[in-house]
T-cell receptor, first 112, second 110 residues
Framework: DVKVTQSSRYLVKRTGEKVFLECVQD?????MFWYRQDPGLGLRLIYF???????EKGDIPEGYSVSREKKERFSLILESASTNQTSMYLC???????????FGSGTRLTVV | GENVEQHPSTLSVQEGDSAVIKCTYS??????FPWYKQELGKRPQLIID?????GEKKDQRIAVTLNKTAKHFSLHITETQPEDSAVYFC?????????FGSGTKLNVKP
């Protein structure tokens, strides 16, 4: 089974800091996604990437950017963290066409 | 874009009863509908899925139905057990993206 690893389980950052969230897969899947999860709002797509150096905006990209320099690593960047970015962040990879997602274990980010 | 609505937001049932969670979607181009279960503090896990060319799929105590005409699909859990307590998300797949419902918190009372 594919493994999706998010480097940090919990993070506390200060307002205005630049924050990097890392996601690494151990196979060769092309499509990787970043979601944030908030109570009552479900999972909302921030950005996704379908190949190295390729990226597409999701539904809520404002305040975020991404980087995919290598196929196995997809990074989410908060350019200047704000308190409304306090959330659970989930990375996911697509298991082939119509194959569902495998999710990482999530990073709970608190911005103070 | 696609819009997925999920109801109810919370559901409480007695152990052994059935639970039904319903989702609607807006874009007829959506063609794949997975359901995820997320236990407290854990990542969402795929539990069952259905494709647009199938009306019903069953896996032991879990079943999913799809009505393409009405654009809705439902998750059915029979003989619920306390370990079924979790948040359940539906999703619709459309142009290489998934659109998620807002989640249903299921509580199975022993």
């Amino acid at each position: 089974d594919v493994k999706v690893t998010q480097s940090s389980r919990y993070l506390v950052k200060r307002t205005g800091e630049k924050v990097f969230l890392e996601c690494v897969q151990d196979m060769d899947h092309e499509n990787m996604f970043w979601y944030r999860q908030d109570p009552g709002l479900g999972l909302r797509l921030i950005y996704f990437s379908y190949d190295v150096k390729m990226k597409e905006k999701g539904d809520i990209p404002e305040g975020y950017s991404v980087s995919r320099e290598k196929k196995e690593r997809f990074s989410l960047i908060l350019e200047s963290a704000s308190t409304n970015q306090t959330s659970m962040y989930l990375c996911a990879i697509l298991l082939g066409t119509g194959g569902g997602y495998t999710f990482g274990s999530g990073t709970r980010l608190t911005v103070v | 874009g696609e819009n997925v609505e999920q109801h109810p937001s919370t559901l409480s049932v007695q152990e052994g009863d059935s639970a039904v969670i319903k989702c609607t979607y807006s874009d007829s181009a959506s063609n794949y509908f997975p359901w995820y279960k997320q236990e407290l503090g854990k990542r969402p896990q795929l539990i069952i899925d259905i494709r647009s060319n199938v009306g019903e799929k069953k896996d032991q105590r879990i079943a999913v139905t799809l009505n393409k005409t009405a654009k809705h699909f439902s998750l059915h859990i029979t003989e619920t057990q306390p370990e079924d307590s979790a948040v359940y998300f539906c999703a619709a797949h459309n142009f290489n993206k998934f659109y998620f419902g807002s989640g249903t918190k299921l509580n199975v009372k022993p």
